[in-house]
Every structure is written in C-alpha cells, then in structure tokens.
C-alpha cells in the first residue's frame, strides 16, 4: 500500500521556522517528480512547490518564493519543505504528493496520483 505522511506542522509566530517532512512508503518515489500543496479554509488546494527525480530543478509559487526550499532525500524516499518568514496567510493544511510516472516538475493537482492526510500549519499573527 502506497503512503505518502507528512509531519512537521504545528503553531508557529509570524517571522518564524517550520520544516515539513513527507516520508513516504509502499514504493520507491525517486524516479518520480514530488510536490507541496496547500489548502486553506474556505479556498481551493494551491500549488506550493516542486522538485523534479533528481532534485536539480525545482518550482515555487510566487507567493513562497524566496521563503520556502523544497529538497528531497532519494535515499531516504522523504520530501522536505523549509519555511522561513512565516506569514500568517501561511496558514493551511500542506499536502505532499507524487506523481505516478512523471519525472519534471508538475504544478497543477491533477497531474499527482498520490497525496498525505495532510498536516496543519497555523502561523499567529
């Protein structure tokens, strides 16, 4: 059974830290492309970031860029997002997900077949 589970969330003061980690398990993801999404109330799930099978090109949305790293681990078949400057319109539920065969990164949701339960990140303001 494939599993993709995040951790790492948590409450957290705007201007803070917090590293998301998505380990996943059932098949190997290091020949797949990786992604972070994220899910506010109210609003649809929004595109976060991607990191390409290697893990030499990666893509942010504009409103995390410079902010936020994601990085990969291949050995590991774990996923990293490193958010820095927290806002407080950080604040959602951040899902990984993986693709099942595509090797670039990917922006939009239906391109990814696997997703976490999710993991909650709420930054005070």
């Known amino acids: 059974q494939v599993q993709l589970v995040e951790s790492g969330g948590g409450l957290v003061q705007a201007g803070g830290s917090l590293r998301l980690s998505c380990a996943a398990s059932?098949?190997?993801?290091?020949?797949?492309?990786m992604g972070w999404f994220r899910q506010a109330p109210g609003k649809e799930r929004e595109f976060v970031a991607t990191?390409?099978?290697?893990?030499?090109?990666?893509y942010y949305a504009d409103s995390v860029k410079g902010r936020f790293t994601i990085s990969r681990d291949n050995a590991k078949n774990t996923l990293y997002l490193q958010m820095n400057s927290l806002k407080p319109e950080d604040t959602a539920v951040y899902y990984c997900?993986?693709?099942?065969?595509?090797?670039?990164?990917?922006?939009?949701?239906?391109?990814?077949?696997?997703w976490g339960q999710g993991t909650q990140v709420t930054v005070s303001s």
């Open positions: 059932g098949r190997t993801f290091s020949s797949v492309a």
């Open positions: 990191i390409n099978y290697v893990g030499n090109a990666r």
């Open positions: 997900a993986a693709p099942n065969r595509l090797t670039t990164v990917q922006t939009l949701p239906a391109r990814y077949d696997y």
